[in-house]
């Protein structure tokens, strides 16, 4: 049953039948029988068949629910026993928004050194996108924002809150001023994260709040080409304090910290909601300007999430 759920996942997923097949490494008939037998098991049609796949039923969206809980479920029983029985050991997919992608590694390493059998792949994707990719277990630990953005069944801890600064290189520009608002910057050369992410969106409410609006004249969906055109000293731009830091030995780079508003944006680890619940440690504390706890409570962090939240 296990096994024709992950496939009737996939199906749903790709809506087309060899593309979910060579996901699933089965060969079409394969994948079209354990879709009939699931349908037998059930008494429903999941999917309305002609030549190719045409379209998902109603019933089997109640269906495809139900699946996505039983499988990650199944996964997160098969690793916590495994981990009990030995050393933990397995694979970790994370899925990171841009800007939080510069403290990545304050997780993964001292669980890597807690657990050196664990490998990891980090992938960069909107908030939007990161919800879906939890909730569609195609990742195990979403790093996003939850503001404004539909939660759905995730579990969160929060990891650390998000300061914004003006960035430059230009010494003419704020000089010998370490602050400025919203409101002097927008007639600044900016360049931007592009408007489908949050980080984006962030902002525009930011600029919104303080009576205007920015149009920036170079939008990209990486952080490291934004900092390479800050460079330039033709434009600059507003990014989050943290991600300044990994830019602090640029040369000439300025950070000027923003204010009215001056506002946080908290940043969470998300993971699918399951029950039942694993043993839970004790929650983490965070610092307001966004330094880390030490690194065994990092560590327990992402064990809570890879071996899931109550």
């Not at 991600?243 to 506002?263: D, I, N, Q």
Request: aromatic share 6%.
């Amino acid at each position: 049953m296990i096994d024709k759920l992950e496939i009737f996942i996939a199906l749903a997923k790709a809506k087309h039948f060899g593309h979910a097949a060579e996901e699933c490494r089965v060969t079409q008939p394969t994948l079209s029988a354990a879709i009939k037998q699931l349908e037998d098991q059930l008494g429903i049609m999941l999917v309305q068949r002609g030549s190719r796949l045409q379209r998902l039923t109603p019933e089997s969206m109640r269906v495809l629910d139900w699946a996505r809980h039983i499988v990650g479920d199944a996964r997160a029983m098969h690793d916590e026993m495994r981990a009990a029985r030995h050393w933990l050991a397995g694979h970790v997919r994370i899925a990171a928004i841009p800007t939080a992608l510069s403290m990545v590694h304050e997780l993964t390493a001292p669980f890597a050194h807690r657990y050196p059998e664990m490998t990891f792949s980090v992938l960069s994707r909107s908030s939007i996108e990161i919800l879906s990719l939890v909730i569609n277990l195609e990742t195990d630990v979403g790093i996003t924002y939850l503001d404004n953005e539909p939660l759905g069944r995730v579990v969160s801890v929060p990891l650390y809150e998000e300061w914004y600064c003006f960035v430059t290189v230009r010494p003419d520009i704020f000089k010998a001023r370490n602050s400025v608002s919203w409101h002097e910057v927008s007639d600044q050369p900016l360049c931007f994260l592009t408007a489908d992410m949050q980080n984006r969106r962030i902002i525009n409410q930011r600029l919104a709040r303080a009576g205007v609006t920015a149009a920036p004249t170079l939008e990209s969906d990486s952080v490291i080409a934004l900092h390479s055109h800050v460079c330039t000293g033709k434009w600059s731009s507003i990014m989050p304090l943290k991600l300044v830091k990994t830019f602090a030995e640029t040369p000439g780079l300025r950070a000027l910290s923003l204010c009215e508003p001056e506002t946080a944006h908290t940043v969470d680890l998300v993971a699918n909601y399951r029950k039942p619940p694993t043993r839970r440690s004790s929650p983490p504390c965070f610092s307001r300007r966004g330094s880390f706890p030490n690194s065994p409570t990092t560590t327990r962090n992402l064990v809570r999430l890879r071996l899931p939240l109550d």
